[in-house]
């Protein structure tokens, strides 16, 4: 009797994918924020009733992000080889989106600091949908290459040596990454880019208000960034930069 109830043989695209994942950077610093989501979610509650727009937080922490990065432009910046850092003319930011494998395809928005709320909400939508249909496709071609990459050291040496160009990097993933999760899984080990953020869920918990434990709407996030660009303080204060937009969200309804 075997041991197994089933055995998924992985083929040249999966395995190929998973080298990709083997070579992604692990230098990295990483912090985990509590943020108060309360004001967000009366903002959301407010904007579906009046406008009829299907807003959810992840809309919300896009465009904060988009502020933030224009505020700080050190966090947008690329590593690109071993001898120069570069610095994007726009910001743009990949955002995780469901899949069928742990391929997990991203769509990346263009220009995020200087779209509001409906687009950003548009476009992610009719990204997503792009990006899934169009996930078997990639399957398909990810199988042709790894026909030719057989063996595992292989793949992973001709997978380093594309990964060392930011505009590759930039065009699959965007100058940062946001994956919105629906509990507390933390991403952090892996990067890409210089800079992923991700966000659990949004749920009451307990927070000390004027002195009183009350429940509260919240979430936590974590930020990991690339230490061979940046240093521990100037993403902490994007981080900050973040939740202060959050928690005020008034300041991402505006134009």
């Not at 990067?191 to 000390?208: D, F, H, I, K």
Request: proline fraction near 4%; glycine fraction near 6%; include cysteine.
């Amino acid at each position: 009797m075997s041991d197994w109830e089933r055995i998924e043989r992985l083929g040249p695209g999966r395995r190929l994918i998973n080298d990709s994942f083997m070579c992604a950077t692990s230098t990295f610093a990483s912090g985990v924020f509590w943020i108060d989501m309360e004001e967000a979610s009366a903002l959301i509650r407010s904007i579906r009733e009046s406008q009829g727009l299907r807003l959810n937080y992840l809309h919300l922490l896009i465009r904060a992000s988009g502020l933030a990065l224009r505020k700080y432009p050190q966090v947008n910046a690329l590593i690109d080889g071993a001898r120069r850092i570069v610095h994007p003319a726009t910001i743009d930011i990949g955002i995780s989106v469901l899949g069928s494998t742990n391929l997990a395809p991203v769509v990346v928005l263009a220009d995020v600091d200087n779209k509001d709320l409906p687009t950003i909400a548009r476009e992610l939508k009719e990204g997503a949908a792009k990006a899934q249909a169009e996930e078997a496709a990639l399957l398909r071609k990810m199988n042709w290459l790894g026909r030719f990459l057989p063996f595992g050291w292989l793949r992973r040496m001709a997978v380093r040596m594309v990964n060392r160009y930011a505009r590759v990097r930039r065009g699959v993933v965007g100058n940062l990454q946001i994956t919105s999760l629906n509990e507390e899984m933390i991403l952090y080990n892996r990067l890409n880019t210089s800079t992923m953020m991700s966000m659990g869920q949004v749920r009451e918990r307990p927070a000390v208000i004027d002195g009183k434990v009350v429940p509260r709407k919240s979430a936590y996030m974590c930020l990991a960034v690339d230490h061979r660009v940046l240093d521990g303080a100037t993403p902490m204060n994007f981080a900050h930069e973040v939740i202060r937009l959050l928690e005020n969200p008034h300041l991402l309804a505006e134009g």
